[in-house]
């Protein structure tokens, strides 16, 4: 059975999300700075500090194990860049925001997050990793709930 279906809906739920997320750059100037800031190596150090924390849920623990020094070596390189963002590079776009919502701060950080999750979800490994679960799902199935829901396969 084709993918094509379960990647229409992916690339419609992608869709779905980009306005939201374009729009809320235009109205963030914090937002915007972040991302500008921010190269791919800074955006790894947030990702190497979500995955140690992740780590420490009952949900994966019995996956990966993330050694307490790396852990702790995470926390420090996410913090001293934060600080960098919000204390120098963006210092005048977070004050700005502060002033007009002080805990909209968090929505800016949770957008460069995104960003740094799409670098992470164009890592090869990480998109063949994910694509796996295709041959354990039901595809036929998931047609067919489709088609009855009124989408064409393949369309």
Do not use: H
């Not at 307490?68 to 913090?79: I, K, L, N, W």
């Not at 934060?82 to 005048?92: E, F, N």
């Not at 990480?126 to 039901?138: F, K, P, R």
Request: charged share 20%; glycine share 8%; proline share 4%.
């Amino acid at each position: 059975m084709t993918i094509r279906p379960l990647l229409a809906a992916a690339a419609a739920f992608a869709s779905f999300l980009a306005p939201a997320s374009a729009q809320a750059q235009a109205r963030d100037p914090f937002g915007e700075c972040l991302r500008a800031r921010t190269s791919r190596a800074d955006r790894d150090v947030l990702i190497r500090w979500v995955f140690a924390a992740v780590a420490q849920s009952a949900a994966v623990r019995d996956m990966v194990k993330v050694d307490e020094g790396r852990r702790v070596q995470a926390s420090q390189q996410a913090g001293q860049l934060i600080t960098r963002l919000v204390t120098r590079d963006c210092r005048a776009e977070a004050m700005d925001r502060m002033k007009r919502d002080p805990g909209a701060l968090q929505n800016s950080f949770t957008a460069l997050g995104r960003v740094a999750l799409m670098d992470l979800a164009q890592d090869p490994n990480v998109v063949g990793t994910l694509a796996g679960v295709l041959q354990y799902t039901d595809m036929g199935s998931i047609t067919m709930m489709l088609v009855e829901g009124g989408l064409r396969p393949g369309g």
